[in-house]
């Protein structure tokens, strides 16, 4: 039995990371009367960058590796997980609790107990100064109330789950919290997610969006490339939130190992459409189709952090408001940038077919890596 474990436990291990995810660890709280329950998930990938965890750095992190490792994974926690209580320091010890899977690899869980009648803040200091885009992702019940927040190590100070006055009736999370936590991660989210990015480059290449006159006494620029834009980014937002939306209620799912190749192959279709366009595939029905796959892919960060039923419909909301701010900050410094060489001659033949074709490659390159590696 001992024998087929670690061989589960490597096979757990060796899977490939998916690409688009960004850094996150998740926090699972609760706290009874008088004792606080801590688990923590940490991806080795990323444990890896401050620790020797793959230790003959052969890319590939064994069962046996991460058994050697663990000690010093445990103090590393030790040292950047504290929790405080309204009457002071509130100590922990950290040990190791298996591993787990998630969608971009193995994680290694932590979990701790401590004896905490009113808990008031916790100060994750985790990967500060190596990995400013690190994320904490907070869910659990703390003083019989529902708890939901998200925070990056690099904050001034700790987070507070109770406010100072009155610990033990203060919501640790409210509501306008939840949401304002999770629209700052849904927008962090959508500009690190570079395949999210480029399939939205590969839709608006084509469009060409001139701001102001044309040189001359011409009329106006025309504005169907702007409700081409306008409908383009409006259909790929009601994919999107319609996936994203049944999976994190758990109405339906999909699994990130088909969900990440086709995302990837999203683009490389799309960018073929730039090169040699087929009149039945618009840009807005390839935008509502594939963005039906784009939002399993957003779907797995809230999936993950479990979050509270009774916050996980505003969490939805805020995550997909960020997203949505992410995408337009996006299409507008891509229309930003164009206008440097959108009125040129040579736009069509050197923006729109040369950068499809390297967003094609781009593809075919993630494609391999999340089908293969």
Not at 103 to 119: E, F, H, P, Q, V
Not at 237 to 243: D, K, L
Request: with cysteine.
């Amino acid at each position: 039995m001992k024998q087929l474990t670690a061989f589960l436990c490597s096979a757990l291990i060796a899977l490939p990371a998916l690409a688009h995810k960004g850094s996150d660890a998740y926090l699972d709280v609760k706290q009874t009367t008088d004792q606080v329950t801590l688990q923590l998930a940490v991806a080795i990938k990323d444990l890896d960058v401050v620790l020797p965890v793959d230790a003959n750095a052969d890319g590939l992190v064994t069962f046996g590796e991460v058994q050697d490792a663990t000690p010093a994974v445990e103090a590393l926690i030790q040292s950047n997980a504290l929790i405080q209580g309204a009457s002071g320091g509130c100590p922990l010890q950290w040990r190791y609790a298996g591993l787990e899977r998630y969608s971009d690899g193995a994680y290694i869980k932590l979990s701790s107990t401590a004896n905490c009648a009113a808990l008031e803040s916790i100060r994750y200091t985790l990967f500060k100064t190596e990995d400013e885009n690190h994320r904490l992702l907070v869910s659990g019940n703390v003083n019989g109330r529902d708890l939901l927040t998200t925070a990056a190590p690099q904050q001034a100070g700790p987070i507070l789950l109770v406010t100072r006055n009155a610990a033990s009736q203060a919501a640790p999370t409210g509501v306008g919290q939840t949401v304002l936590s999770y629209f700052g991660l849904g927008m962090h989210h959508l500009l690190e997610g570079y395949d999210h990015l480029a399939f939205l480059l590969a839709l608006v290449l084509p469009l060409q969006l001139v701001l102001g006159r044309k040189s001359g006494p011409e009329p106006l620029t025309d504005t169907r490339p702007w409700w081409a834009l306008l409908c383009t980014v409006t259909a790929f937002t009601v994919g999107h939130s319609i996936t994203l939306a049944l999976a994190s209620l758990g109405i339906t799912s999909a699994s990130p190992d088909w969900v990440e190749p086709v995302i990837a192959a999203s683009i490389g279709v799309t960018a073929l459409l730039n090169v040699f366009p087929v009149k039945a595939f618009s840009p807005w029905r390839l935008a509502l189709g594939f963005g039906l796959i784009h939002g399993y892919g957003f779907a797995g960060l809230l999936t993950e952090a479990a979050a509270p039923s009774a916050l996980l419909g505003w969490a939805l909301l805020g995550f997909n408001l960020g997203v949505e701010a992410g995408q337009l900050l996006a299409v507008l410094l891509w229309v930003a940038v164009s206008q440097l060489f959108v009125r040129q001659a040579w736009y069509g033949s050197v923006v729109v077919r040369g950068g499809s074709i390297a967003l094609f490659a781009l593809a075919a390159y993630w494609v391999w890596e999340r089908v293969f590696s």
